[in-house]
């Protein structure tokens, strides 16, 4: 089973909880439902888009050091 998966779960199980006492309390959400939505659609979406540039940029990054010229100074002889 993976980690992300009880992280996904804990997080559910927390806002099912929040909603529940604001229900029960009266108290108005801070912001209406469908902002909320997209609120959290955008967070989710940062993250995303953040995790495959630092992936993209990080092969990147790998595949520029393994050049010839690279390697071949390593070795001590010129290209």
Known sequence: ???????????????????????????PTPAPPWWALCGLLGIIGGEIGVAALRRRLGHRRRRGNTTRASATAEKGTAP
Request: charged residues 5%; proline residues 4%; glycine residues 14%.
């Open 1 to 27: 089973m993976s980690k992300t998966v009880p992280a996904f779960a804990a997080a559910l199980g927390v806002g099912l909880l929040a909603g529940l006492l604001y229900r029960v309390t009266g108290v």
